[in-house]
């Protein structure tokens, strides 16, 4: 989106300060997710919530669908995904808020069906790793799809942070639930497909040399259905060529010694 050169000047204080809130509003959003992750792992350490996982193949292991992403199987597993929920939450928040909230239940209940439809019977699948791979693919693909300069940017911070979960969605090591991965990275890809557009981008103004360059091609579109200048040098066919048999002579050389 463009802001054309007529238009009165912006209020730099006023944008900075919508997007600090923005973004400020996206890293407390996050934060408020983390804390719950923990309040939810202190809780199983008092209380057996192993049937909220997701079971495949087990009609029982559906209500993991809504609860396996808050569980998690050690301190470690929820540090690694707390990590990733807080920067990836924000980075994908600030800069995509309706993206993001339209996609993230997309990615939840697709880590959980990935695991259902795809997991081994009588294996448990917990974690919120299936969401983070969504956000992940969310914000790696609208750089893709948009290639606005802050998608672009925040695709590359993504993928230099996270890339290594576009490997992950593959069976690479044992007792990692990949099919959760893969099923929250369908939803994040779902997400960027659908609303690519759902947040404007960043209004800018045209450089000096992007309008002169636009103008000198409408002027010359103009002069050629004016019939007014010939058509460009690739649309001129080629009325002589050099016989082939003059391409490629050898010219004979004396050798010294003669």
Same mark, same amino acid.
């Given at each position: 989106?463009?802001?054309?050169?007529? !238009?009165?000047?912006?209020?730099?204080?006023? @944008?900075?300060?919508?997007?600090?809130r923005? =973004?400020?509003?996206?890293?407390?959003?996050?934060?408020?997710?983390?804390?719950?992750?923990?309040?939810?792992?202190?809780? @199983? !350490?008092?209380?057996?919530?192993?049937?909220?996982?997701? @079971?495949?193949?087990?009609?029982?292991?559906?209500?993991?669908? *809504? #609860?396996?992403?808050?569980?998690? #199987?050690?301190?470690?597993?929820?540090?690694?995904?707390?990590? &990733?929920? *807080?920067?990836?939450?924000?980075?994908?928040?600030?800069?995509?808020?309706?993206?993001?909230?339209?996609?993230?239940?997309?990615?939840?209940?697709?880590? #959980?069906? $990935?695991?259902?439809?795809?997991?081994?019977?009588?294996?448990?699948?917990? /974690?919120?790793?299936?969401v983070?791979h #969504?956000?992940?693919?969310?914000?790696?693909?609208?750089?893709?799809?948009?290639?606005?300069?802050?998608?672009?940017?925040?695709?590359?911070?993504?993928?230099?942070?996270? /890339?290594?979960?576009?490997?992950?969605?593959?069976?690479?090591?044992?007792?990692?639930?990949?099919?959760?991965?893969?099923?929250?990275?369908? /939803? /994040?890809?779902? $997400? !960027?497909?659908? =609303?690519?557009?759902?947040?404007?981008?960043a209004?800018?103004?045209?450089?000096?040399?992007?309008?002169e360059?636009e103008?000198? &091609?409408? &002027?010359e579109?103009?002069?050629?259905?004016?019939?007014?200048?010939?058509?460009?040098?690739?649309?001129?066919?080629?009325?002589?060529?050099?016989?082939?048999?003059?391409?490629?002579?050898?010219?004979?050389?004396?050798?010294?010694?003669?």
């Amino acid at each position: 989106m463009y802001i054309p050169d007529t !238009a009165p000047p912006e209020d730099p204080k006023a @944008q900075r300060a919508a997007d600090r809130r923005r =973004w400020l509003r996206a890293f407390n959003l996050s934060l408020l997710s983390v804390l719950v992750l923990l309040v939810v792992f202190w809780l @199983q !350490a008092r209380t057996d919530l192993r049937s909220w996982s997701v @079971q495949p193949w087990s009609p029982e292991g559906l209500r993991g669908l *809504l #609860g396996a992403p808050l569980l998690h #199987g050690s301190f470690e597993h929820l540090a690694a995904n707390a990590t &990733a929920l *807080l920067m990836l939450g924000t980075l994908a928040a600030g800069l995509y808020p309706r993206a993001t909230a339209r996609t993230l239940p997309l990615a939840w209940l697709g880590s #959980g069906l $990935g695991a259902w439809f795809l997991g081994e019977a009588g294996s448990f699948h917990l /974690g919120a790793s299936g969401v983070t791979h #969504g956000l992940m693919f969310l914000v790696f693909f609208l750089g893709l799809l948009r290639r606005d300069r802050a998608a672009v940017a925040a695709a590359m911070i993504a993928f230099f942070l996270f /890339g290594g979960m576009l490997m992950t969605v593959l069976p690479r090591e044992a007792g990692v639930s990949w099919q959760a991965h893969l099923g929250g990275a369908v /939803g /994040g890809l779902l $997400g !960027a497909m659908l =609303w690519r557009r759902a947040d404007p981008e960043a209004a800018r103004r045209r450089y000096s040399w992007e309008i002169e360059e636009e103008e000198l &091609a409408a &002027a010359e579109a103009r002069a050629r259905e004016d019939g007014l200048e010939p058509s460009p040098p690739e649309d001129v066919p080629v009325i002589w060529e050099r016989p082939p048999e003059e391409r490629g002579t050898v010219l004979p050389f004396r050798r010294r010694d003669e």
